[in-house]
């Protein structure tokens, strides 16, 4: 009867206790299915036994992977990357892979060495909401592949992509507020570099048909709870009854300054935000906002990417649109009448292949 060597356990002691060969155990460790089920099953049981765990640096040169993904965010302080992120990592645990994560700060340039550095050190890369460039972004994806894309739209093949109708969002956002009675709004704008950010401008420059004839005034800003502190002064000068905000986190930030200075939300101004992050509905008043499952959104770039490590086709590309999500911080604009019936609620966000969505 064997016992349990008092050292570190070695791939030779587990092949010693199943009576096989080194190769055949690390055939059995690495999940090839070149070994009898029978004899797999004796290797497992002996390696057991001793409390064996495979050397994780040899077992990635064996089977060529690392077991490890890298996601790549503008700004992990922001509670929407979080979500992302929390997606993504539960879903890549489920396949016995994990996460490396890198935060670029914002900085398109520190954005490509990240990404580069990441995809050297693992298996895939997911890049969330890249802020720079489209000429260089769809340079870069080929030198990163496999790589799922995600907030962000690029043409380059092979590339899967989960990408956000932000246009749609905001425009729901100016015809709630139209439907109040507000006639100017104020865009608290997001950082330049954002395609996000343009994407909302886009919205705002074809609004539907029922908040036509707002005046949308555009007070530039960042993403940040800061930035929308720091925008009060802007939003109260530039006379708008209504501020929509480039994210939930610079309404909070604008939500927080008013509350100092004793503006009255929404009875003097009406506040929007957009994401719909975790702590939106708690806020004083409850933020208005267009909600997108940026949970979801993780796990759908791990099927893809984990399809492309496969050798599989990943499912098709989508766009996700936003729903709103009225609450307590819109009302009538100051001077009307509250409308006879509350502001419908849209449609869940739905998950439409690229090519087939419908404007709200």
């Known amino acids: 009867m ?33 070994v009898d089920p029978a004899i797999g099953t004796r290797v497992r049981a002996a ?8 050397n994780t640096v040899a077992r990635s040169l064996a089977i060529g992977r690392t077991q490890t993904v890298a996601i790549v965010v503008p700004d992990l302080a922001n509670p929407m990357f979080q979500e992302t992120l929390r997606g993504l990592s539960r879903a890549a645990a489920k396949d016995d892979y994990r996460v490396l994560v890198a935060d670029s700060v914002e900085n398109p340039e520190e954005e490509v060495i990240l990404a580069r550095e990441a995809r050297r050190r693992c298996d ?9 460039d489209a000429a260089r972004l769809d340079a ?56 996000g ?14 908040a036509e004839g707002a ?9 940040m709870f800061e930035d929308g502190y720091a925008a009060r002064d802007a939003v109260m000068d ?6 929509v905000c480039f994210n939930d986190l610079v309404a909070m930030g604008l939500l927080g300054a008013l509350h100092e200075t004793g503006v009255a939300v929404p009875g003097q101004l ?43 086709e990943p499912d098709q590309d989508v766009d996700v649109k936003p729903h709103l999500e009225p609450r307590a911080s819109t009302g009538p604009a100051p001077g009307t009448e509250a409308p006879a019936g509350r502001t419908p609620r849209e449609a869940p966000a739905d998950w439409m292949p690229r090519g087939t969505r419908t404007e709200a």
């Open 124 to 132: 895939g890369l997911v890049l969330v909401a890249p802020r720079m």
């Open 215 to 223: 005046e949308i005034v555009v007070i530039p800003c960042g993403a």
């Open 270 to 312: 009406s506040v929007t935000g957009f994401d719909d992050i975790q702590f939106a509905r708690y806020t004083v008043p409850a933020l208005t906002t267009a909600s997108v499952p940026q949970n979801e959104l993780g796990e759908q770039a791990w099927q893809r990417l984990r399809a492309l490590l496969d050798g599989r």
């Open 47 to 54: 390696a057991e036994k001793l409390n064996y765990t495979p």
């Open 140 to 195: 870069l994806l080929p030198e990163l592949a496999p790589v799922v894309l995600v907030n962000r739209s690029s043409g380059v093949p092979g590339v899967p992509v989960l990408a956000v109708d932000y246009a749609s969002g905001i425009r729901s956002i100016i015809a709630h507020l139209s439907q109040l009675g507000h006639r100017r709004i104020a865009y608290v704008a997001g950082p330049s570099a954002s395609a």
């Open 238 to 243: 530039s006379r708008a009854t209504a501020a």
């Open 2 to 34: 064997s016992t349990r060597p008092s050292g570190r356990v070695t791939i030779a002691h587990v092949a010693a206790e199943a009576g096989v060969s080194r190769a055949t155990v690390s055939r059995v460790m690495n999940g090839l299915a070149t």
């Open 197 to 210: 950010d343009r994407a909302r401008r886009e919205g705002l420059q074809h609004p539907l048909p029922t």
